[in-house]
Each structure stands twice: as C-alpha cells, then as structure tokens.
C-alpha cells in the first residue's frame, strides 16, 4: 500500500519475495533463521510508513533492535535506521529521536539480558575472534579458505546470489542501467533508503568469512541476503516505465524463482536426499582445511549413530588425515575401529593420539581394554597403570587394573585392594562391587563375597549377571 503499484504487482513481488532461495530457512535446512527474515520485512515496510510519517521513528528502531539481537550478523543493516535517523535529525524532531535511541538500546539490551548475555561475553563474541572477516591479502588460518580479492572469493559470491536469488542481480543492474526511471520519481527517500540497504548486504556477504564458503555455508548469509533480495524487486517496483512490461518481468521473475527454489527444498526435506546431496558438494576449493575436519567428522557422526561404522570410518578418517596432528579425532576414529571389532587397528589410533597427546588418560584406558580383551595383560597392565598416573581419581581405572591382574596373573591379593579403592571413589558404580566379589571368591573368603555380591545386587537387580551372582550366593549358603 505504500508503493506506486498495480494490485497485480502488490501480488508478484511478494510472489518473488518468497520464492527466492532464502524461503528454505523455513523448512528446517541446517540452521534457521525465518524470524530475521520477517523481521527485516517488518522494518523495511516500518521504514516506508515513517517516510510516509504514518509512524513514528520509534517503531523501525525497536524492529531495528529485536532483527539485530535475533542474528547478530545483522548489524550490518544498521546503516538504513541511521539514515533514518538523519531525516528525524533534518525534520528537527530532537526529542523523538532521542527516544528513538533510547528505545533501541533498551531493546537491544532487554532482550540480551532475558538470554542470558553479560556485557563481557557479548563483546567477546563481536570482537573476540579474527575469523569473521576474510584476510585480504593471503590466508594464515587453517579456518580460512581464500582472500578477499580472489577469484575463488568471486566465483563463491555469485554461486550465493545464483542460490538465494537468482535473477535478483540482474533486475537491480537492469534498474541501474535505467536508472533515469528513477529520478523522477516523488519516493527520493525511499529508493534512497532501499539503495542504503543494498549497500550494506552487497558489503556484509563481501566481507564474511564462511568456512564452507558463502556457496555452501549459504544459511547464515540468506537472512542478510534479503537485504539484497527485497530492495532488487521494490525498487523495480518504483520505475517509472509501461506498467505492463513491470509486470510481464515480474511474472517471469516469480516463476523462475519458485521453479528454482522448489527442488533444494524437496531435496533438503529428505535425509537420505540431503545427505547425498551434501557428500556431493565437499568443494575444497571453497572450504577451509578446519571446514573439510568439522564435516566430515560430522558425517562419521551420522553414519556411527546409525552403526554403519565402515561409513563413519571413511568420513571421520579423511578427518584425521586432514589434520593428522588432532588427538580427539584419532581417539574418535579408534573408538569406532573397536565398534567395528578390528581391534588392531583401533590400537593403532589410540596409539596415534597418545603420540600426540600424551595426557588423554582415557586413551590409555582404552588401549589397556583392547590389550586386555586379547589377553595380553602385561600391555593392559602397562597402558592402565599410565591412566593411574595421569588421574587417581577414576575409579574405574582402578577397577581394571584389578580385573588384569585377577585374569593374567591371578594375583588377587594386589588386585583387591584396587577394587576396594575403585569403591571408594564410587561408591555406586556396581562393576567393583562385582569384581570385589569374584575376588574375594577366588580368595575363598566366602563372607566378604556374600558382602559384595549383595551390594552388586542391590544396585543391578535385573542386569544380566545378576542371575549368576544368585546362583553363587545361593551355592556359598548351601554349604
């Protein structure tokens, strides 16, 4: 209602609107951001019903506040209620203005409040690291995929605009080109308003660094992107040419967009889909060394959560491989080879990460089970004693240790009292109380077995071995 429009056309730029690739943040793609896009809606139909001085300058600030708060990535935008502000400043409208910013700054600083945010954490998280922005001459982090005067960076900002909105570029460079419509329209400001946000989308997706690259890690720049998207087909709107030929081209803008947008949102609404759609796409060109780590270690994540660990082997292994110096992913990769049951090679990962982190005590746990399960209980014996000195404070660490040498020398007297220790650390944890039953057995002191194995029993009353520490309870009692 605030556009020099036909009802056809009020109909078709909003059909353009939400067709563009952005409308998938609604069907759950990666990561969703539907409330900074009607958000940014809200403030730019509140920035024309100010111009129009329908409202106040308080309402575009206040939506101002809650689309910056609800992405963070949208402070980018705060150039258009500045401008704004100018013209409040230019009406001489002092006190209005003042509330204006007052009403931001409350807003901004209410909402942070209710999530939860301090003024330390939040300043960290603007300022605190160096990845948000591409390095311009050459890149030095192994987050960091390309330079800003690439052509890698280039090519990966025109597949984004090719993505969210594919004909977008072309009608804005088809309005400069007739950019004589324009001047003799009576909306200066509000093209004016609609050329600023422009400027500041174009700037913000120019200047982010996107691990995966702007093309594939497109989701977080698809609610700034409508920054670009919205004043593409308004501005069209506002040309001062036959009304037919406006239309005819937003006709075939709108169909275009929602036949090309259409099937990634089909193809996203299925796992199976998505998921091949995703392997497909790993362009190392575009992704950083850290990007290639974090997806297809996400991707053995995936496949070990379904226990199709040869597929989570593959993916989590070019992880690895990638960085061959990260502990946690050899420890992972070993975890999974052990699932696999190819226990030599889940050796050698954990060896692998011990080599280059050797105070992962929890590795030398696993080792000392792998070694244990195959029966070599003076390895065993070794790797755990290693966990020991690492951290005393994990009583299953002293119950293994127990456990090899009760099986592999049968020295129960020295394994006792790890598994009276392992109790004293935890006093809940049943597998001692078991093990300290089996030893005092072994040991033929009969009541303390009886002792233990009814704690056991208390605590796992319907495990699977509770049936056997009964039976043994019931053959001590009868005789």
């Known amino acids: 209602r605030h556009l020099p429009m036909t009802p056809a056309e009020r109909i078709l730029i909003p059909l353009c609107i939400l067709g563009s690739g952005a409308s998938q943040l609604f069907f759950g793609y990666v990561e969703t951001y539907p409330l900074s896009f009607f958000l940014l809606l809200g403030l730019v139909s509140c920035s024309f019903r100010y111009l129009d001085k329908a409202t106040s300058l308080i309402t575009p600030a206040i939506i101002s506040a809650l689309l910056v708060v609800s992405y963070f990535g949208m402070i980018f935008i705060l150039p258009m209620p ?14 209005t203005l003042t509330l204006a910013v007052t009403a931001f700054l409350a807003t901004v600083s209410l909402v942070l409040w209710y999530c939860g945010y301090t003024p330390d954490y939040l300043f960290h998280m603007l300022t605190g690291g160096d990845d948000h922005f591409l390095p311009i001459f050459k890149t030095t982090q192994y987050y960091q995929s390309y330079t800003l005067f690439s052509l890698g960076h280039l090519i990966d900002l025109l597949n984004l605009h ?14 400069g080109a007739m950019n004589g419509s324009l001047e003799g329209s009576d909306n200066r400001q509000k093209i004016t308003l609609l050329i600023v946000l422009t400027g500041c989308c174009l700037l913000s997706s120019s200047l982010l660094n996107a691990e995966l690259g702007v093309s594939r890690d497109w989701d977080l720049f698809a609610p700034i992107m409508m920054g670009f998207v919205i004043p593409s087909f308004l501005l069209w709107g506002f040309m ?17 967009s929602i036949l090309h947008t259409l099937p990634w949102i089909v193809a996203n609404g ?38 199709k660990y040869p597929e989570a082997i593959h993916y989590l292994r070019v992880a690895a491989i990638t960085d061959s110096t990260h502990s946690r992913l050899w420890s992972s990769l070993g975890r999974l080879y052990l699932a696999a049951n190819k226990p030599d090679s889940a ?51 002293f119950d293994n240790l127990g456990v090899y040498l009760c099986e592999g020398k049968q020295a129960y007297a020295q394994a006792l009292p790890l598994f009276l220790h392992a109790i004293m650390l935890d006093s809940t944890d049943a597998q001692s109380y078991y093990d300290a039953g089996l030893c005092y057995n072994a040991m033929g002191m009969k009541g303390e077995m009886q002792q233990y194995f009814g704690r056991f029993l208390r605590l796992e009353p319907s495990s699977q071995r509770a049936d056997f520490v009964r039976s043994m309870l019931s053959s001590a009692s009868e005789r």
């Open 82 to 95: 500045l401008y704004l502000g100018i013209i409040e400043l230019k009406r001489k409208r002092y006190l």
């Open 162 to 175: 090719l993505l969210i909105a594919p004909l977008s570029l072309f009608l804005l460079i088809l309005v």
């Open 240 to 256: 001062q040419i036959d009304g037919d030929i406006r239309k005819r081209v937003l006709v075939i803008i709108a169909l275009i």
């Open 270 to 307: 299925n796992a199976k889909r998505y998921f091949t759609r995703f392997t497909s796409l790993q362009e190392t060109a575009c992704w950083s060394r850290h990007a290639v780590i974090d997806a297809n270690e996400e991707m053995g994540i995936y496949f070990r959560e379904m226990e």
């Open 347 to 397: 050796i050698r990962s954990y060896e692998t990460a011990l080599h280059f982190d050797s105070t992962r005590w929890r590795d030398y746990v696993m080792l000392g089970a792998i070694y244990g399960s195959q029966r070599r209980y003076d390895d065993a014996i070794f790797y755990t004693k290693k966990a020991i000195s690492l951290n005393a404070d994990s009583g299953v660490v």
